[in-house]
């Protein structure tokens, strides 16, 4: 019923290439995010899907019928804007009344709609008011109000949260993600916050530059990130990166740089064994690191220098120095740890990631 | 938005803006022909068969000498030029200082005061210039530049206050205050923070005052008499017609002629003149 | 207060004018005093001294006795003011209702983005920057009825057989002033109608037409609704420069064909100024008011009430 499939789709504003061979098929009912910095190219792949911006080449098909040449209007689509797009002059009522007033709905029904659309988002009372006597939250509903009435196949999401403060904008998700379950219509989403990303979205596609970088579960990307950029911008803190050399040390593979040595352990050595004496990115998640224990065997642990303490209450922060580079450490809130001491850390085994010097892409 | 096919694009936007284009600028390419066309070309009749109206191939400077020889031109373009500058300036100060003190100041009847500018604007000048020539002549003031320089304000100042205090408005108090923290005194913090910041706004109430005040035409013509104290619309209308004779050439010299200067001040600042057109109608 | 205190930690000069510049109240009187004089000895006081006129029965050089409203009774039966009347209402009517149209269709078009937009937006304007006496003027050239360049474009086309007697023909005269004045007219409605449609986010327009609105809906439900304020008032301000309009028919008619295209302001010249009779001239010029002033109160009613919305 809502199934939505791009098939190499190119976006072209003038000589800028802003979104490059984009394939992706949609499942009905599902919740999809593109994720990625300013710039990636996901909010025009959005409008291309909303029919906002012409596609360069490639097709875009909705329920199997391709809609390059249809009309937004035509689509079945309905959009919530960042800004909101809400018409100023008209009230709540109105505006939510709008689009099936466009598509000539007889009254009683457009009333049914409205009243039961404004239920589901709590905003009943507001019916009779403008649009400038709302407070953020509030339109922000007002919007999705006016996108739920149409019932349409598709919704399509461009930054909604963006406006909204930091509270706010975690109530909302979490509503969003109800909405979602209740109602049973794809979504696609687009957001530059990966939390937004890895909470909501059923698959994530991550972009940068115009590429797709990787389609995946949240979980996927986040434990198997494909390249340098996604494992770096999954996760936060990010990923911690440093610039190791492989060696063959006793048979056994390290990864060594200024300020570590580490061996890496078996499963992943049989991988890496043929990037002897190359370069390669080591990748571990602050989440990944914790105080070096007797227990841990000397080759996943390495010194490091504390140079800030961030207290956060559920855990501490210790931004550290080791060799050249700096690292993110979160470790258990009880640790007793001061700046300026130097502090053995510890590698989980099972969370090392590697990564080409060059293509930067997972090993 | 999406364009439709190539050929909406067409249809929908270059035909009629190019439509709208050669109708709003035909008349100044018919003056500009006019000026230079001799006048054994000028004067034939639209339905002789040689009527060759779009070119000429014979340009002649025989109109333009006439008019500089033959008449005052010369002088009317001077006065003009004397009297807008000089009621342009009167108004901006007028104007400026007005607009600060609605603008900024708190002072009883500031309120009614700003309605009462509001609706002298609202008062044409055809239905003031009888009884104004009265006044005029009663001050004696009549047949010299001065009776223009000091009536061309009244319709000048409340355009120009309005603008001005739309820009002041958009200042931060917090500017002045710091001055004024500083050392300045109200006045100086006006003089030297605030007046600099609303340039661009004195700028286009300057040029929008300058080319109404060129414009201006009823009241040059009722309280100028003689020829050396004619402004240019007034003297192109009544020294360059003898009798019922029109003559075109000379004519259309003059139009043209009296036209550049206003044209080349607006080319050096459409983007002040449009700021201050559009802000006048939202302010 | 600080600024008084900054103000004796640091040695200023006269001090008492000083502070009596500080006075709120005081500067802005300095302040306003120019325009007021201005505005009161060349608006409010010929004003006055109209209405004094207009019940006189003053004359160039004569001075008047009081007569009461026997002016305003002898215009009122005078034909020719009748004329008058009605040419200027109908002439506003007319000419507002296609430089609105007009000036909101270029409007929309040079909303768009395009090569050398600055340069058509400048170009546009050039009928209502240059003098409305000298563009008049050439407009009296291309109607004359024996070297008219419209007569002859119109045969080309061929649209006519015979020529058209553009301001000689009772007719078809005011015809000709209205189209001349709605050339004029339609740059500043085109512009000012312009900064209008830029306030407009084009994120509405997109969720309208997401919403199923076609161009024409999104017109009327969506774009014509938010230009309302910025319509009201360009409209008032051109309506009281077209009802007041004295140089078009002058330079292009005089008032005739045989006071076919007189207006307020042409007729109160004619016979003020003309023939010296200033008291009736006086009179015709004040019969404006009250319409301006209904206008005028109406349209201001209709902008407050749109504006709170």
Sequence with gaps: ??????????????????????????????????????????????????????????????????VNELAPMDRDIAMVFQNYALYPHMSVYDNMAFGLKMRKFARPEIAKRVKEAADILGI???????????????????????????????????????????????????????????LGTTAVYVTHDQVEAMTLGDRVVVMKDGLVQ???????????????????????????????????????????????????????????????????TLGIRPEDLHVARDADPAGLTFPSKIEVVEQLGSEILLDVRVGDDTMVAAVDPTVRAKVAETLRLAINPERLHFFDAKTEAAI | MIEGAKWRRWVYFYIPMVLFLLVLLFPFYWMVITTVRPDGELYRPWNA??????????????????????????????????????????????????????????????????????????VPQTLLFIPLADIIRNFRLGDTPWALILTYPTFLIPFCTWLMMGYFKAIPKELEECAR???????????????????????????????LSWNEFIYALVFMSSSEEKTVPVGVVSELVRGDVFY??????????????????????????????TGSVKG | MAVGAVESALHMPPRSRQRLLEDERWLAMVLLLPTAVLLGLFIAYPFVNGIWLSVTNTRVGVPGDFVGLANFTKIWNDSIFRTAVWNTCWYTFVTTIFKLSLGLWLAMLLNRHFKGKAMVRAFILLPFIIPTVLSTFAWKWMFDPTFSVLNWMLFQLGLITGRVNWLGDSDLAMTSVIIVNIWRGVPFYAITL???????????????????????????????????????VVTLFSVIQTFADFQLVYVLTGGGPANATHLFATYAYQLGVGTGLLSEGAAISLAMFPILFLVVIVQLLYIRRVEVR
């Design chain 2, 181 to 211: 923290i500083d050392g300045a005194s109200r006045w100086k913090a006006m003089i030297y923070i605030i007046l600099p910041v609303a340039v661009p706004g004195i700028l286009s109430a300057g040029i929008f005052a300058f080319t």
């Design chain 2, 49 to 122: 068969p040689n009527y060759a109206p779009f070119w000429t191939w014979n340009p002649t400077f025989d109109h333009i000498r006439l008019l500089f020889e033959e008449t005052l031109f010369a002088t009317w373009l001077l006065n003009t030029m004397l009297i807008a500058l000089a009621s342009t300036l009167i108004s901006l100060v007028c104007g400026v200082f007005a607009g600060y003190a609605l603008a900024r100041l708190k002072f009883p009847y500031a309120g009614s005061l700003g309605t009462g500018i509001f609706i002298t604007y609202l």
């Design chain 2, 248 to 277: 075109w050439g000379p004519l259309m010299a003059g139009a043209l002629l009296g036209s550049i200067p206003v044209a080349i001040a607006y080319a050096f600042f459409v983007e002040h003149y449009v700021s201050g057109l």
């Design chain 1, 214 to 280: 990787q389609v995946g579960e949240p979980l996927e990307l986040y434990n198997q990130p494909a390249n340098k950029f996604v494992a770096g911008f999954i996760g936060s803190p990010a990923m911690n990166f440093a610039a190791v050399t492989m060696t063959d040390g006793n048979g056994r593979l390290t990864a060594k740089n200024s300020g570590l040595e580490i061996e890496v352990p078996g499963g992943l050595a049989d991988r890496l064994r043929g990037h002897v004496g190359r370069q390669l």
């Design chain 1, 124 to 182: 009943g009372e507001l019916l009779k008011r403008k649009p400038r006597q709302l407070s953020g939250g509030q339109r922000q509903r007002v919007a999705l109000g006016r996108a739920i009435v149409r019932h349409p196949r598709v919704f399509l999401f461009d930054e909604p949260l963006s406006n909204l403060d930091a509270k706010l904008r975690v109530q909302m998700r979490v509503e969003l993600k109800k909405l979602h379950l209740r």
């Design chain 1, 1 to 66: 019923m809502g199934q939505v499939v791009l098939k190499d789709i190119n976006k072209f504003y003038d000589s800028v290439h802003a979104v490059k061979d984009f394939n992706l098929q949609i499942r009905d009912k599902e919740f999809v995010v593109f994720v990625g910095p300013s710039g990636c190219g996901k909010t025009t792949t959005l409008r291309m899907i909303a029919g906002l911006e012409a596609i360069s080449s490639g097709d875009i098909s909705i329920d199997g019928q391709v």
């Design chain 3, 194 to 232: 312009l900064a209008g449609l830029q306030t407009i986010s084009p994120e509405l327009q997109e969720a309208a037409a997401i919403d199923g609105a076609r161009p024409w809906q999104r017109f009327w439900y969506i774009i014509w609704p938010l230009l309302l304020p910025v319509t009201m």
